[in-house]
């Protein structure tokens, strides 16, 4: 069963704190991407990448920063995490050929404090 | 990308079937119809896709109108399982950074 995988479901970090979410695809996807979810906002985009080393930004990627030294592995990092960075963070995939539309993981529960 | 509309909230009986509408009258020609489920908490689930013929898999049908400007994601007959947020979008593969994720519609199923 194809998935993408992030590392934790719940998370509570402290203000300032250097926050590392990982997420990990193995279905050989191209694109990965980077959300966060909060009530009656919806999925918003953070950052992107469509290759290995590359990134582009997403409508809200100030506070963030990305990584993604291997096609499997896409990393959200918050450099000083603040309370207004509490939220839901998704993780998905997608190929660029094909339409097998984007795969979600489980998401994960971020609670700064 | 275009955008799509759906309507905030709807409601069904339990074992009936439930009719989820999407507008996507920008629509171009290359863009499929997606649609997803999220329940609580959880990830976005694929449900069906398709181009402008109509789509039945083992969760649900697509019935796209001839125009392509809108469609419906029909449940045949809806459980307590299927109680989520629904996102009808619009698609094409590639490297897609501008899709465009609406706040769904949000379907309860009742007892």
């Known amino acids: 069963d194809v998935k993408v995988t992030q590392s934790s479901r719940y998370l509570v970090k402290r203000t300032g704190e250097k926050v590392f979410l990982e997420c990990v695809q193995d279905m050989d996807h191209e694109n990965m991407f980077w959300y966060r979810q909060d009530p009656g906002l919806g999925l918003r985009l953070i950052y992107f990448s469509y290759d290995v080393k590359m990134k582009e930004k997403g409508d809200i990627p100030e506070g963030y920063s990305v990584s993604r030294e291997k096609k499997e592995r896409f990393s959200l990092i918050l450099e000083s995490a603040s309370t207004n960075q509490t939220s839901m963070y998704l993780c998905?995939?997608?190929?660029?050929?094909?339409?097998?539309?984007?795969?979600f993981g489980s998401g994960t529960r971020l609670t700064v404090v | 990308d275009a955008k799509t509309t759906q309507p905030t909230s709807m409601d069904c009986a339990e074992g009936r079937a439930a009719n989820l509408p999407c507008n996507h009258s920008?629509?171009?020609?290359?863009?499929?119809v997606y649609w997803y489920r999220q329940i609580h908490s959880q990830g976005p689930q694929y449900i069906i896709h398709g181009l402008k013929n109509n789509e039945t898999n083992e969760m649900a049908s697509l019935i796209i109108t001839e125009d392509r400007k809108s469609s419906t994601l029909i449940l045949p007959h809806a459980t307590l399982r299927d109680t989520a947020v629904y996102y009808c979008i619009v698609f094409k593969a590639g490297n897609n950074r501008k899709l465009i994720w609406g706040l769904g519609t949000s379907l309860a199923v009742n007892p």
């Open positions: 998905a995939s997608s190929a660029v050929q094909g339409n097998y539309g984007y795969t």
């Open positions: 920008t629509i171009s020609g290359n863009e499929y």
